[in-house]
């Protein structure tokens, strides 16, 4: 059969359209691909832990990506503030991107608070709940505040910032995440690690490569 | 330093920010991340064409992806209708997302009709001049008109689908294209040999692997 969507007669050859599926991709990359979806307060650590996880994963040969505020709020969001109903857009787009991404093949890590459990949940029915990791980031208000290096935590509590997670904005814990990283105590390579052991137990990356190209100090400094 | 941003400090150790840039995963895959993106009227043969071209890249171990109206309209901008306003952002966003591919490490390929000349012009910029590839798909209207198993055009002609480009909105024809498939009566093969002869010619992947997996008959029926 010939049709305009898929494929062409040229000449007395028909040609259909050739096709490379997700599967494919898991074969030849040699792990199967997911979403490690980070949700937490804001300097919780979710884009450290997220940014370090993606540099042990690269030195297993393993295909990953991090998305995170730096490289989405200017780009594919930038026409979004923040407003209830442009965060949940920014967060939709970020799921439909993530499920892109897996069918590409790759392992893509996400680090946004998502305060709410309605978006995250749409997020896991997009991508396909086997493919949905959910990666709570559980650290006290306290210990957030503590880091508040750039100061949002103070100018939310001032008032200056509205609608802040935590303060003037509800953070809605996940009900069942498949990880917990309680990070007001625990190392980020101690974080990095739980994660790599959950993704070797559910067969996402082969065990063999778990320790492979594991530089522990690398991160040191 | 140590910053909310850049790392923790854990118990007498700082963390810093591993990180995996561009450069370090066009070294593992082995090939440049560029954007391949095609453009031509409808039925001009371009997601056919980028299909077949995403199997031989994908055979020779090339890490690449097709974007098309399939897996972008009715997710990532499933909010968006089809005004001159609708169709520009529709670009915008997947000119973002392509820069994200290329970010991280993939051959991004890209098949929409794409009509004007600013928009592919911008998207240029955003992706970054070296890294975008623009092929025209060149066919006559009367050819892709032809192909209109859909009805897309008849249903133009009579008025029914407004603003159909070619028929009552304008196509801007590319000014400087990096490849010109000429697909009235260009093989989907041998479209897809010139770009990947232009792809070794531009270093962006190793002249060895062009023939490596190559199976001439693999898309024939």
Redesign the interface.
């Known amino acids: 059969m ?7 007669k ?2 007395n ?8 599926d997700r599967q ?2 898991e074969c ?1 990359n040699g792990h199967k691909s997911v979403v490690l979806w980070f949700t937490g307060l804001s ?1 919780s ?1 979710k ?2 832990i997220a ?2 996880l ?3 994963l ?1 030195d297993m ?1 393993c ?3 991090v ?1 995170d505020g730096d ?2 709020r200017h ?2 969001c ?2 979004l503030g923040f407003s209830m109903e442009d965060r949940r ?1 920014n967060i939709r ?1 970020i799921g ?2 993530s ?3 897996v ?4 392992v893509a890590i996400t680090a946004f608070i998502s305060p709410f459990r309605a978006e995250r949940g749409r997020v896991r029915q997009l991508v396909g709940p086997d493919s949905f990791i959910e990666v709570y980031c559980k650290c006290s208000l306290e210990v957030c505040e503590q ?4 100061g949002h935590y103070k100018r939310a509590r001032m008032g200056d910032i509205k609608e802040f997670t935590g303060i003037s904005s509800p953070y809605e814990e996940p009900e069942s995440p498949e990880i917990v990283l309680e990070t007001d105590h625990m ?3 101690t974080s990095v690690d739980r994660v790599l052991d959950f993704l070797v137990a559910r067969k996402i990356i082969p065990a063999a490569e778990k320790h492979s190209s594991r530089m522990p100090g ?4």
């Open positions: 010939i049709d305009g969507k898929r494929g062409f040229c000449g050859i028909i040609w259909h359209k050739a096709s490379v494919d991709r030849i300097n650590g884009s450290t940014h370090a993606e540099k042990r690269f040969g295909r990953t990506f998305f490289n989405v780009g594919l930038s026409d857009e787009r439909e991107m499920r892109l991404f069918e590409s093949g790759m880091r508040d290096v750039k190392c980020v390579e690398e991160a040191l400094k």
